[in-house]
């Protein structure tokens, strides 16, 4: 018989959820076995986290939150949902934290209980999907609206002189000269609003609606290009229709619009807090026992790169290569392109006088054996030339060690009786399974959090493609981690 935990998770939810633990026949002796054995009864299958919830899906027709397809973003509700399992839920003056803020979810809903909140966001796309909810917070929609409709009159086929898509290498042919013609002429528009405010958001609904007037679609790490492009492609694809940038950028404004005479009245402005850049060197630098709850998505270890899937607007924003390059290296290691960032850890945290604290970091890391083990199995198929990518070991390394720097920190950061919520996936390399949840909930343990739960979701995740045709199907955790500081 199915073991199972009754726990009310809000007032309005009590659920039954099933106790996953591994079968007596299936126990492993390895590491990772172990360590499995170890935090099974914190697995527990949570059948009201739906793959929607979990994810940007439910936020496509959501005022605001609409504005920025931002596909790695979770929906408002999964946060709301997540607030209410929590014991400060009528806390009238928390404050919460998102280390990866990304465009704000956790932030925004946390403002609209009144309580403070603090993010820290390295990726352009993300800072200027912030500012502009601080810019809609300002703005006066009415003057707003007559802007907007001053866009009947514009002659679109008056380009603003001197100004070309400043395109990087891998977003050439990316639009139509028409396209970027008109994109050109809605800028020369920009130029006259003299509000800094509406001129920002007027911006922002540019940069929000270039992957709708390109030829280009965000499938998993790359861009995936239309072959009305002129690209040679190795497989025809038809993204279906292209809108025109006015009506695309026009569609936009009406949501913007719409969506401002629902604002809060200020409270994003009042109660948040952005600071932008790495949290890898801004977390050291916050003082202790500041937060009553950490809520927040680290990118995964899934080999996802932020700086291709969204080249087209940081080529809007003015990365050029060299600045993209050092954004990759800068972002927490997720590719196979990243390098260690050890040693200038190691020397921040000289400066801080804090290196006892990355002491204790590299023990946990050094010492946690199941990812030892994922490491050997990993340098072993390298050495034997079996990997797709022979970074692949240093990629898990290299996210690990900077994931238990973040563990450590947000343990530090928060206050006694605060919790740590992360969502995130376990992947999969060359058939080994790499266990995020566990390896990360085990760095918590060493911090000093208790790992009270960590939410399966009733759908896992599959292989990726490349690896499908020889590993085959087999389905991955994805999870909610909840620990608390005692």
Request: glycine fraction near 6%; aromatic fraction near 10%; hydrophobic fraction near 40%.
């Amino acid at each position: 018989m199915t073991e199972l935990l009754e726990v009310a998770v809000t007032e309005r939810h009590r659920v039954r959820y099933p106790i996953l633990r591994p079968a007596k026949a299936t126990v492993s002796s390895s590491a990772r076995g172990q360590l499995h054995e170890r935090y099974a009864s914190r697995l527990v299958a949570n059948p009201l986290l739906t793959r929607k919830l979990v994810s940007f899906q439910a936020s496509k027709v959501t005022p605001f939150y609409r504005w920025l397809k931002y596909k790695e973003a979770f929906s408002p509700e999964l946060v709301d949902y997540l607030f209410d399992c929590l014991d400060i839920a009528r806390n009238e003056s928390a404050h919460v934290l998102d280390p990866f803020a990304g465009t704000g979810t956790t932030l925004t809903r946390a403002s609209a209980r009144r309580w403070k909140a603090t993010g820290i966001e390295l990726l352009p796309v993300g800072v200027h999907a912030l500012h502009a909810r601080f810019a809609a917070d300002r703005v006066d929609p009415v003057a707003f609206k007559r802007v907007v409709e001053r866009l009947n009159a514009l002659d679109w086929d008056k380009p603003k002189a001197g100004w070309h898509f400043p395109h990087l290498r891998i977003t050439q042919d990316a639009f139509s000269a028409t396209t970027e013609a008109q994109m050109s002429a809605y800028l020369r528009f920009l130029d006259g609003i003299a509000d800094v405010d509406m001129r920002f958001l007027l911006w922002f609904a540019c940069l929000s609606v270039l992957e709708e007037v390109s030829f280009t679609r965000k499938d998993g790490q790359y861009l995936r290009w239309d072959s009305r492009s002129g690209r040679t492609l190795g497989r025809p694809f038809n993204k279906g229709a292209i809108l025109a940038f006015n009506e695309a950028v026009r569609q936009r404004l009406a949501e913007f619009v719409e969506d401002l005479q629902t604002r809060n009245g200020g409270n994003f402005s009042r109660n948040v807090e952005v600071i932008e850049g790495s949290c890898l060197t801004a977390l050291p630098k916050l003082p202790e026992s500041k937060f009553d709850v950490v809520l927040t998505s680290p990118p995964y270890c899934n080999r996802y790169d932020y700086t291709r899937t969204y080249a087209l607007e940081l080529a809007f924003c003015g990365s050029n290569e060299n600045d993209i390059r050092r954004l990759r290296q800068t972002l927490l290691s997720a590719t196979v392109e990243n390098k260690s960032k050890r040693a200038e850890l190691c020397a921040l945290y000289a400066q801080l006088g804090a290196g006892y604290r990355y002491s204790a970091i590299e023990g946990a890391y050094e010492q946690q054996a199941a990812l030892q083990e994922v490491l050997g199995l990993l340098i072993a198929a390298r050495e034997r030339d079996e990997l797709s990518n022979p970074n692949v070991p240093d990629l898990v390394a290299n996210y690990f060690m900077e994931m238990a720097q973040v563990v450590f920190e947000l343990a530090r950061v928060l206050k006694s009786g605060g919790h740590v919520i992360m969502v995130n996936d376990n992947v999969r390399y060359h058939g080994e399974e790499v266990p995020v949840d566990l390896i990360l909930s085990d760095f918590a343990a060493s911090a000093g959090l208790a790992v009270e739960k960590i939410w399966v979701l009733p759908r896992g995740k599959g292989n990726s493609s490349q690896q499908m045709g020889r590993w085959g199907r087999q389905e991955l955790r994805k999870c909610v981690y909840l620990w608390k500081k005692l």
